[in-house]
């Protein structure tokens, strides 16, 4: 007789683990949080580029009772970047960008505005401005 755990209807769909801002590490991937936008502005790309594919970027400061992070948008992604606004990211990254972490979502993450959130942004504790070194450890 089989029995299928509750849950588990659809193959390989787990409940989303929420992330606090936090507990972000360099190249870590599969994250879901449930963040406040502090602040964005649009990020000028240099020309050329951005006439190929019709890429928008905004850098937004993005945060949850923990800290905060910059959240890379892209097109789409930009215009539900509005300060004050509740954002659930599913599936994000961290991209590294000059020594520092990014959050960003790809392809395969969605990004869903939400209610409100209760909580205050703890914006003294930013992710971003942490400066990570590539250190290359040689295996003996």
Same mark, same amino acid.
């Given at each position: 007789?089989?029995?299928?755990?509750?849950? %588990?209807? #659809?193959?390989?769909? #787990? #409940?989303?683990?929420?992330?606090?801002?936090?507990?972000?590490?360099?190249?870590?991937?599969?994250?879901?949080?449930?963040? &406040?936008?502090?602040?964005?502005?649009?990020?000028?790309?240099? =020309?050329?580029?951005?006439?190929?594919?019709?890429?928008?970027?905004?850098?937004?400061?993005?945060?949850?009772?923990?800290?905060?992070?910059?959240?890379?948008?892209?097109?789409?992604?930009?215009?539900?970047? &509005?300060?004050?606004?509740?954002?659930?990211?599913?599936?994000? #990254?961290?991209?590294?960008?000059?020594?520092?972490?990014?959050?960003?979502?790809? =392809?395969?993450?969605?990004?869903?505005?939400?209610?409100?959130?209760?909580?205050?942004?703890? %914006?003294?504790?930013?992710?971003?401005?942490? %400066?990570?070194?590539?250190?290359?450890?040689?295996?003996?």
């Amino acid at each position: 007789m089989a029995t299928t755990q509750r849950g %588990e209807g #659809k193959a390989g769909m #787990k #409940k989303p683990v929420f992330t606090k801002v936090d507990q972000l590490k360099p190249g870590t991937t599969g994250h879901t949080l449930t963040v &406040k936008i502090v602040t964005a502005k649009t990020v000028a790309l240099p =020309k050329g580029r951005a006439q190929l594919r019709h890429t928008r970027i905004a850098e937004c400061l993005v945060g949850d009772e923990t800290g905060t992070i910059i959240f890379t948008a892209r097109n789409d992604q930009v215009d539900m970047m &509005k300060p004050d606004t509740t954002v659930i990211l599913r599936n994000a #990254k961290i991209d590294m960008f000059k020594g520092s972490m990014r959050l960003a979502v790809d =392809k395969w993450g969605r990004v869903e505005v939400t209610e409100p959130a209760e909580f205050i942004v703890k %914006e003294d504790n930013n992710l971003s401005l942490v %400066e990570y070194e590539l250190v290359n450890v040689v295996a003996e």
